[in-house]
């Protein structure tokens, strides 16, 4: 009787939730994300999820997100999730396409993100035959070579324009006081006073003479910008000031320079990246330069003897807050197709890179060669689809190979 009352119990437990399966889990911003879903991977179609938060805290947004890339425009997959209590959210997440997303949850404005390559997989993907080994099953899979570099900001060759009125005067009123604020062509940049526009604005008022006007436009006033005495300089050029020299009750001279305006709306991105990873350049790579979209657009010829590095060029727009001269970080992406294997699976020695295949009820040692570092692991040859190789205790199968002298 006790017997047949627990198996009800555990019928009843059994039915009362779904069950969910971890495929990912990541921190930032002082939180802790787990990803779980209802088969165990997650894959393109729907996926029935299950998103906690640690500590518990409101989930602004969660979706996918995949960069531009040459013929296909960015794309993101938001996830329909619904709370649960306590930082727990189920819900559907819709994947349109194979290939590397990058998993953003936002939480209180503060975006957290991780690189996944999709489809991917929890307990599915790895079979534990006991607490120290698991093993991983071979496949061929597209994944994501993710390079870092730092640069510097650069101003396009001549592409800075100086503003030095044809006269002197005086600045009773800035419009435009500050470094890295965008103007437009013909925006008002300062009031002022000038004995020699204010005469000149007179003598067509007392007969209209059409030379009158012309020395006025010549001087880059405009009729309609004098009021009275005082006169509104305008910027000939859109962009964005880098240098300015303007105070109100100032007086400044004929050809002095009182702003210098980036008139072009880019900058240049020059990166390095190490010598080795030069090959992997290609023109027309994605690059992400501070969470901005760019391509790389040129690989400078030559490598640095100092630093051994390689440089590229990436073009970006002159946004505010962005300066010549400013050192930022940039991401490269690519992908890579072959044999991917998790990068804890491989030993490397220097000499050899080495695996432990499953063979009958034992391991064999196998020699692979990493053709490229991609995002989670490697792109590997020597291995075939299908294979099992330890992913979890590679050092504990080491060592027992080792204590029974198979060096």
Excluded at 186 to 192: I, Q
Excluded at 258 to 266: A, K, M, V
Excluded at 302 to 328: D, H, Q, S, Y
């Amino acid at each position: 009787m006790m017997h047949s009352r627990y198996l009800v119990l555990l019928l009843l437990l059994s039915c009362s939730g779904k069950s969910y399966v971890e495929v990912l889990k990541f921190s930032g911003e002082g939180y802790e994300i787990r990803v779980l879903s209802s088969d165990g991977e997650i894959k393109v179609g729907i996926n029935e999820i299950r998103v906690e938060v640690n500590p518990p805290a409101k989930i602004d947004e969660f979706y996918l997100y995949m960069p531009a890339m040459p013929g296909m425009p960015e794309m993101r997959e938001y996830a329909d999730l619904k709370e649960m209590g306590k930082g727990k959210y189920e819900g559907k997440l819709k994947v349109s396409m194979e290939g590397s997303w990058q998993v953003r949850v936002k939480i209180g404005g503060r975006m957290i993100y991780k690189d996944i390559n999709v489809p991917i997989k929890g307990g599915g993907s790895k079979e534990h035959e006991h607490g120290l080994i698991s093993l991983y099953k071979v496949d061929s899979s597209r994944a994501p070579v993710v390079i870092y570099s730092a640069g510097r900001l650069e101003s396009p060759r001549n592409g800075i324009f100086s503003v030095s009125p044809r006269f002197s005067g005086y600045i009773t009123k800035v419009f435009v006081d500050r470094q890295g604020k965008f103007v437009k062509k013909g925006e008002a940049l300062f009031e002022f006073y000038s004995p020699e526009v204010y005469s000149t604005y007179l003598e067509y008022l007392k007969g209209g003479s059409d030379l009158s006007l012309e020395r006025l436009s010549l001087m880059g006033i405009s009729l309609n910008d004098v009021k009275d005495s005082l006169a509104v300089f305008r910027s000939p050029v859109s962009g964005r000031i880098l240098d300015l020299n303007v105070k109100r009750g100032e007086r400044f001279e004929a050809g002095e320079s009182l702003y210098e305006i980036l008139s072009d709306n880019i900058l240049y991105f020059v990166g390095e990246v190490p010598q080795e990873k030069a090959n992997l350049l290609k023109v027309g790579l994605p690059v992400e330069v501070e969470g901005i979209s760019s391509k790389i657009a040129e690989i400078l010829p030559g490598v640095n003897p100092e630093t051994r590095t390689v440089k590229f060029l990436a073009v970006i727009p002159a946004k505010e807050g962005l300066f010549p001269g400013m050192v930022l970080t940039a991401k490269i992406m690519d992908f890579k197709s072959g044999i991917f294997v998790p990068k804890d699976a491989v030993i490397r020695t220097g000499e050899w890179d080495i695996v432990f295949a499953k063979e009958g009820e034992g391991f064999k040692k196998k020699s692979v060669k990493i053709l490229y570092e991609v995002d989670g692991g490697y792109i590997v040859e020597g291995l075939k689809v299908g294979e099992e190789i330890v992913h979890k205790g590679v050092f504990f199968v080491s060592a027992d190979e080792n204590l029974r002298g198979n060096e």
